[in-house]
């Protein structure tokens, strides 16, 4: 068994001490630190920092040190990586949200686009109907309208006109042949007896008052139809 100066305790782990020689076995120069350790076998170093430490002094007894454990091989491609894959979850993540902000970028503005799209086409639509039932309704509708009120207007000054005339001499006749058979019934009346001069007296008078009447009634109507001729002839011609 080496000496004690040749020897040095490192805890790896909690379940042991171990004994590590010098570099070749036999020389005089002990390991006396961990990073001497860490230096020299830096694929089997597996220590972790704050590491209690157990050094050989001159006297020959031991000394405790709390020493900083240099980095291995392993540790620094365990902190490469770990570098690496957080930067490629990094980079994997600002990609994603870039793309994914690209993604509702275009589609925000694509849905903006087609909104904006049926919203002109709609006003347009809306506009173009409205031109068009403005067309309609004032120059279409209102032509047919007052070709058809003028047409209704001249037909019906026409009839008023023919009926009219018609009154006239329909009344006239018919008043006169009542006031004939009035004035004849009241002579026959009067050559019957005494009693019934004075009934054939009122009777003549009233038979006067149908002629006169009637003759007013004649020319009431046709008044009437040619103020109503000339107010249709009136519209008829201004619309």
Not at 168 to 192: A, C, E, H, K, R
């Amino acid at each position: 068994m080496l000496s004690l100066e040749q020897r040095l305790s490192i805890p790896i782990t909690y379940q042991g001490w171990f004994e590590v020689l010098s570099e070749d076995g036999k020389g005089n120069k002990p390991i006396e630190s961990v990073q001497e350790l860490a230096k020299l076998f830096p694929e089997k170093c597996l220590v972790r920092q704050d590491v209690l430490t157990y050094c050989a002094n001159d006297d020959g007894k031991l000394s405790r040190v709390v020493t900083k454990i240099l980095s291995t091989y392993i540790n620094l491609f365990i902190s490469y990586l770990s570098l690496s894959l957080n930067l490629f979850i990094i980079y994997l993540s600002l990609s994603l949200g870039l793309f994914i902000i690209y993604l509702s970028l275009s589609l925000n503005l694509f849905i903006s686009y087609l909104s904006l799209s049926l919203g002109l086409f709609i006003i347009y639509l809306y506009i173009s109907l409205c031109s068009l039932s403005i067309i309609i309704c004032h120059y279409i509708m209102y032509v047919i309208i007052i070709s058809v009120f003028s047409f209704v207007c001249k037909y019906l000054s026409i009839y008023l006109r023919y009926l009219s005339i018609f009154g006239i001499y329909l009344s006239i006749f018919d008043i006169y042949l009542f006031s004939i058979y009035v004035q004849y019934l009241s002579i026959y009346l009067s050559s019957v007896s005494i009693y019934f001069r004075y009934l054939s007296f009122c009777l003549r008078y009233l038979s006067i008052f149908l002629s006169i009447s009637g003759i007013y009634l004649s020319f009431y109507p046709s008044l009437v139809s040619i103020y109503l001729f000339i107010y249709l002839q009136y519209l008829s011609i201004y619309t």
